[in-house]
């Protein structure tokens, strides 16, 4: 089991630019999160997709960030237009439908916004 | 909406002490699940111990164990034998069974560090 994977590990770019990162949950989870953390505003969850649905996307902080998610093994969030203030760690986890089923986090993304 | 609150945003340990973390959370539900995560500077988020609300008997995982108590919403992490590899920012977390359950909730997590 490879866990969940994210790519990429850090990422720079300057204020405007598009950026985009990617998520791979664990073979046979259908629930997949997106959340981001600041020392400001911790732990934040931005969506969340539920075989490949998004069920609550009440997170997402503006119209620059949407979700999407083709399939069950692939995951992308996207910022366009960055700003400065999107500059945080970004986590994937996955996991699965049944209650007692811990989150599975990647190993986050750093954007740093310039 | 359920919320998780950590009232100690850091606390230290000396080195093989026992120390305990602090959490309450706010629900109506009855059933539902609680867990602990630590992350480490390498800013890995890995699952500490988890507990169902159903269960009685504390959930147990070789040094880190806790105190539940449901009637009063408290879920306490106690950290035996504390080693400097336990430092990091640790958080708690509830999961629904009936509504959102789909959601996690997180408290703002507690950095503990451990003096040698």
């Known amino acids: 089991d490879a866990g969940v994977i994210q790519s990429p590990r850090h990422e720079v770019t300057e204020m405007g630019q598009e950026v985009t990162l990617r998520c791979k949950p664990i073979?046979?989870?259908?629930?997949l999160f997106w959340y981001r953390q600041t020392m400001m505003r911790g732990l934040e969850l931005l969506i969340y997709?539920?075989?490949?649905?998004?069920?609550?996307d009440s997170g997402m902080p503006e119209d620059r960030f949407s979700a999407k998610m083709p399939n069950a093994s692939f995951s992308t969030l996207k910022i366009q237009p960055s700003e400065p203030r999107d500059s945080a760690v970004y986590f994937c986890?996955?996991?699965?439908?049944?209650?007692?089923?811990?989150?599975?986090f990647g190993n986050g993304t750093r954007l740093t916004v310039t | 909406a359920q919320t998780v609150t950590q009232s100690q945003p850091e606390m230290s340990v000396q080195e093989a002490e026992t120390v305990t973390l602090s959490c309450t959370y706010d629900t109506s539900e009855s059933d539902y699940y609680l867990f602990w995560y630590k992350q480490p500077p390498s800013r890995q988020m890995i699952l500490v111990i988890r507990?169902?609300?159903?269960?009685?008997q504390n959930a147990t995982e070789n040094r880190f164990s806790v105190n539940f108590q449901k009637a009063a919403k408290s879920f306490s992490l106690k950290i035996s034998d504390s080693q400097l590899g336990d430092a990091a920012m640790y958080f708690c977390?509830?999961?629904?069974?009936?509504?959102?359950?789909?959601?996690?909730?997180f408290g703002s997590g507690t950095k503990l560090n451990v003096k040698p």
């Open positions: 073979s046979g989870h259908n629930s």
């Open positions: 507990q169902e609300a159903y269960k009685q």
């Open positions: 977390a509830y999961r629904g069974h009936l509504y959102n359950f789909n959601k996690f909730y």
């Open positions: 997709f539920n075989n490949n649905v998004p069920i609550d």
């Open positions: 986890a996955s996991g699965n439908s049944s209650y007692n089923s811990p989150l599975h």
